[in-house]
Structure formats: C-alpha cells, structure tokens
C-alpha cells in the first residue's frame, strides 16, 4: 500500500503534537542480573505514546495485520460466510441482541485477536490493560463498566482506519494509494486532529497503520488489527458480555 500524498505529520498544515515527550516506561535490567522490572504505564507513557504516533516512519509499519478474508483461519465467519466475528470494547448502553442499525461509526477488533489478549490478564487488571492494548487513554472510574459487544460485521462495511482503507490485506503504508478516495483522505484527516491537535482533548496514540497502540508493552508498540464500521450500516449483536466472563482463562 503506497500513498500519493504526504506522510501523516502533513496531512493537516500547521498541525502539531504539543504533547511534551516524555521517556517511555521499557523494561529496565536489574543491575544484579535478575528479572527485569515491569515496563512504567503511567501518564507520562501514556503522552510519550501519543507523541510517538504522531510521527510515523516506515519502521512503524507492520506487516502481519489480520487480513479480513476467508482465507484467513484467525478469523470466525457465520455459516454463509457472509460476515465476520468482532468486538468492541465498550461503556454505550444501546446496544441490543440482534441486528442494530449503528448511528454512528465503531471501531473494532476481530474477536479472537482480543480474547487472546485478555484471557492472559488477571480480572483486577482487565479494565487498564485493555485500555493499554487498544491504545485508549488510562483507564478512569468512568471506565469501570466497560464491557464487550460481540458481534457479525460484513466485509463491505468496515475499513481500514489508515492511508488505504481495503481490509483485505496484510499491511499499510505512509502514503494515500492512487484508489484512496477524497473523502477517505478528509475522513483521515479528521481523525489526525481529533487525535493529536491542541484543542482536542484527551489525545489519543492513534498509529493510522491498522493497528492499535499499546502503550504498554516492553517488546512492541503493535497492538490489535482495528477496523471502522460506518454509520448506517446494519450489524448483528451476537453477545452482550461482561469482560471477567469473555476474558476468563
């Protein structure tokens, strides 16, 4: 994926992260030799994540992104293999059992890619680290009752939130490819200011690879594949789910 216009930094003249950058919480070795420490996930990561996003280079890429296809076996597919298995990670209370009409864009993940991740964390923990692992800012009071909607997503009605919008493969770049469209390019830069310019708070480390931002993780920053189902579209709930219940070992 190649795009034809200018890395992200100038998608939107005169806009800048003025987020001061702060270390990033790594791993430190133990001067005696043993386990080394946990990595810090504080606020100060949390800024450090915000203004590494901000200025992607080529190194950033990742080239392993689910690929939303068939011929994917991570993936789970309803019995005419019409629509795949997602999930968000939620605190809206609309949702229903069934098929909903959404009002309003919602970013996604493939289902099994977030179980795996949370089935590996402690209950008391679940809330921060899903936060941290999709690149969410750290995790408030307001967010104790976040749960998980599951539910059937075709193909056609998601994209891919970075310079190429297809879902269908396994890696995007810095540049807007030749098929992107204007209203794809105006809809990344939207989200470049809600995500990083001054005015707009919390700040969000949005990568606009297709791929979250864990901001707390010692070996990589690549968190889950995400995706964006637009507004209008027609989605079928499969599952209400409390986090303890969907992540128990």
């Known amino acids: ?22 270390a990033c919480g790594n791993d430190t070795p133990d001067p005696d030799g043993g ?19 901000a200025e992607p280079t080529s190194e950033d890429i990742y080239n392993g992104l689910w690929a939303i296809t068939p011929s994917n076996p991570k993936l789970i597919w309803n019995e ?13 209370t609309g ?16 289902a099994p890619q977030l179980q795996a991740l949370c089935k590996t964390v402690p209950s008391e923990q679940l809330v921060p680290r899903i936060n941290q692992y999709l690149g969410l800012p750290p995790a408030t009071e307001l967010d ?6 599951e539910m059937w997503v075709k193909p056609e009605d998601m994209f891919r939130p970075c310079p190429d919008a297809e879902v269908d493969d396994t890696s995007c770049g810095l ?15 939207a989200n470049y200011a809600f995500s990083f310019s001054f005015w707009q708070q919390p700040h969000y480390p949005w990568t606009g690879l297709g791929y979250t931002y864990d901001w707390c993780n010692a070996e990589t920053r ?28």
């Open 95 to 110: 949702y229903t059992q069934g098929d909903n009409t959404l009002q309003a864009e919602v970013w996604l993940t493939p």
């Open 144 to 149: 104790a009752s976040s749960y998980i909607v």
């Open 80 to 92: 005419t293999r019409t629509a795949v298995r997602m999930v968000t990670w939620t605190t809206a």
């Open 35 to 53: 386990t080394p420490e946990p990595p810090v996930c504080d606020a100060q990561t949390y800024a450090t994540a915000v203004r590494d996003a």
């Open 222 to 249: 690549v968190g889950a594949s995400e995706y964006v189902v637009r507004a209008g579209a027609t989605v079928n709930v499969t599952g209400l789910i409390p986090r303890d219940t969907y992540c128990a070992p």
């Open 175 to 189: 540049t807007f490819p030749a098929s992107a469209t204007e209203a794809h390019k105006n809809w990344m830069n």
């Open 1 to 22: 994926m190649n795009w034809q216009s200018l890395p992200r930094l100038h998608w939107l003249v005169g806009t800048t992260a003025l987020l001061s950058l702060t």
